[in-house]
């Protein structure tokens, strides 16, 4: 329960977007002060959630809030985009061994 309730806590604080942006504000070793702040947040808050008795419940008890066919035709459309996504990546990589880029 603490741990999924520190992670759901501090996670969206950092990524790789705003890291760089505090590294490019206060340098490397600020933003790496910060994203070690950021975990050492979640490692006491998990913790103390233990402690506190906290837990994370599940809203809506796993059912999904979209309709059935859109779910199972996002699914579809998803993999379609990765498909073309991995051909396109293969031909442009052909394109630069083959012809010089």
Do not use: K
């Not at 006491?44 to 066919?69: I, K, N, T, Y």
């Amino acid at each position: 329960g603490g741990l999924a309730f520190a992670v759901l806590m501090t996670m969206p604080a950092m990524n790789a977007g705003s890291f760089g942006v505090v590294a490019g504000l206060a340098g490397m070793g600020g933003a790496v002060r910060v994203a070690g702040a950021l975990w050492l947040a979640g490692f006491v808050g998990s913790f103390a959630a233990d402690w506190a008795g906290l837990e994370v419940v599940q809203v809506g008890h796993g059912q999904g809030f979209l309709p059935d066919w859109y779910e199972r035709s996002s699914r579809w459309v998803l993999g379609m985009i990765t498909v073309g996504s991995v051909l396109r990546l293969i031909r442009h990589r052909v394109q630069d061994t083959c012809c010089g880029g």
